[in-house]
């Protein structure tokens, strides 16, 4: 029971954030260089993550400390409890309670929290416009966020990751509710300030929240970013590509793959995408996004009734 | 289901934050560490929801108390015009009041604990709360629910429809003036209009018509 039900999640979440987080700054490098003339894309983001491990946690002037030390470890913390929610396969989920997808909602709210304070608490100016211009825009994720997955949660009549893979055997919601995962990828990249949305830690701000950071608070910062990143990626798959489900491959390894895909796309499209001022990229949100989040939730309400 | 050992130790540790977390509101001498302060504590109210088998309640308290403690930090900053949130302020006011209303709570609270009759039957094998909750709300009191619903989505989109600054007759804030600082008076804070006018635009205002 032990093993089944602590160390095993806590296995796979870490793992996973680990090698995920990896996976994302070689993938990241390699879209950016294009080749490997800059070095090798396998070690590079090893030799950065050693340099910042060596270098010194440097700190600001009367920072609130609990919070400066804690939120680099709480995102990740989030991104981690995260990846224990994903459902492998029917029986192999690191955390099956009846309102998980309820309990991913809550990491996306309490994320805006986190990020929030790892700006404000640095008491320093660009990293507190940073954290101000993450709650206005991370409001406006979030509401898209929820309306896309009570969408999700419809057909499954269930707010349960294992039920909602379930619930796509016939059809997969990406099929049935065409409108949900361009949406959610919208958010994912919105939730770990990815690409176009970085607009909390965005060069204009010279790295917005993370101004003050350095040495290993800065390189925990960047991994869970980076697993969160993961994390949203496996829950995308779980939520609109059918999880586990497919031929041939056993479960686990359809998720993965699935996941891969998602990663894919979202890092392709943090480099591809446009970045939007942030008072703009406001009015994107509220006027287009949250109306089409509606669309798709009333789409996918009548698309279940019609199917029941 | 008698609850474990694991579940006695959670109860003890979440119980403790919450307490403890709840009493640093009121050290505290700033809004925002305040407000997380106050968020730390309902979480660890809502990790005691989980064990009282409330899994919904508890975890929507996580979503809720997350995004509503956010928005009410970033309200008050705002409104006390303390850019940082960080001047140093008093977050205890009519101590006497607060004291007197603190020990009637306590009590009142401690007597329903102490004295309260309360329900001890175990809880049925097949139980499922996020469904009974569902019943519960959407069943006999649907209507009510779904209407508060609707308002509620209706509002939303008349505060973001008012508050936006885009109209049919252009921008909300262009062509207005701040109040003046007494009724009818000048704007406030801004320079005097004739010497704008004078100094700037002097030669070709006609061009300026509308």
């Known amino acids: 029971m032990i093993l089944d039900q602590l160390i095993l999640p ?16 070689v993938l990241d490098r390699w879209m950016a260089t294009g080749s490997t003339q800059a070095g090798s894309v396998w070690l590079a983001p090893l030799a950065s993550a050693a340099w910042l491990l060596t270098q010194q946690a440097t ?106 893979v379930a619930a796509q055997e016939s059809l997969w919601h990406v099929v049935s509710q065409p409108l949900g995962l361009p949406l959610f990828l919208v958010v994912g990249l919105g939730l770990t300030f990815w690409g176009p949305l970085d607009l909390a830690d965005s060069t204009d701000l010279s790295t917005g929240t993370a101004v003050e950071r350095s040495g290993p608070p800065r390189l925990v910062w960047a ?86 | 289901m008698t609850p474990s050992l694991a579940t006695h130790i959670a109860f003890v540790v979440l119980a403790a934050l919450a307490v403890l977390s709840g009493w640093r509101v009121f050290c505290t001498d700033s809004m925002v560490r305040a407000s997380f302060f106050l968020l730390l504590s309902f979480i660890a109210v809502g990790g005691i929801m989980i064990l009282l088998t409330a ?24 409104f006390m015009m303390n850019p940082a949130g960080l001047n140093p302020m008093k977050m205890v006011h009519q101590e006497r009041v607060a004291i007197v209303a603190g020990v009637a709570v306590f009590g009142v609270l401690s007597a329903v604990a102490v004295l309260g009759d309360f329900p001890d039957m175990p809880l049925p094998a097949e139980h499922a709360p996020v469904i009974s909750l569902g019943r519960e709300l959407l069943g006999d009191s649907m209507l009510v629910f779904e209407t508060a619903g609707v308002v509620l989505l209706t509002t939303m989109v008349g505060v973001v429809v008012l508050s936006s600054r885009r109209g049919r007759y252009g921008r909300a804030d262009e062509g207005s003036v701040p109040p003046g ?30």
């Open chain 1, 59 to 164: 700190t600001t002037e009367a920072p609130d400390a609990g919070a400066w030390r804690l939120a680099p470890a709480l995102y990740l913390a989030l991104a981690a409890t995260g990846l224990a929610l994903v459902p492998w396969s029917p029986t192999l989920v690191g955390v099956d309670l009846a309102t998980s997808l309820v309990l991913w909602g809550s990491l996306e709210a309490l994320a805006t929290v986190v990020i929030f304070l790892h700006g404000w608490s640095a008491n320093s100016h660009l990293a507190l416009i940073g954290a101000y211009r993450y709650v206005a825009l991370g409001i406006s994720y979030l509401l898209v966020s929820m309306f896309v997955l009570i969408g999700v949660a419809l057909p499954a009549e269930s707010l349960r990751w294992t039920e909602v």
């Open chain 2, 55 to 78: 899994e919904y309640l508890g975890v929507a308290m996580f979503f809720m108390m997350a995004v509503e403690m956010m928005v009410m930090a970033l309200f008050m900053v705002m």
């Open chain 2, 181 to 210: 600082l007494e009724p009818g008076g000048e704007p406030a804070g801004r320079p005097k209009e004739s010497e704008e006018e004078k100094g700037e635009e002097g030669g070709h205002a006609h061009q300026h018509h509308h």
């Open chain 1, 223 to 308: 991994l869970a970013r980076a697993a969160m990143l993961v994390a949203f990626s496996a829950i995308a798959a779980t939520a609109f590509l059918g999880g586990w489900m497919g031929p041939w491959l056993p479960g686990p390894a359809w998720l993965l793959l699935k996941s891969l895909a998602v990663l894919v796309v979202l890092l392709w499209l943090g480099r591809r995408l446009p970045r939007l001022a942030p008072e703009r990229c406001l009015t994107l949100m509220w006027v287009v996004l949250l109306p089409l989040s509606f669309v798709d939730l009333i789409w996918a309400g009548a698309v279940a009734l019609w199917m029941a």
């Open chain 1, 10 to 25: 806590w296995l796979l979440a870490w793992l996973m954030a680990g090698l995920g987080a990896y996976l994302v700054a």
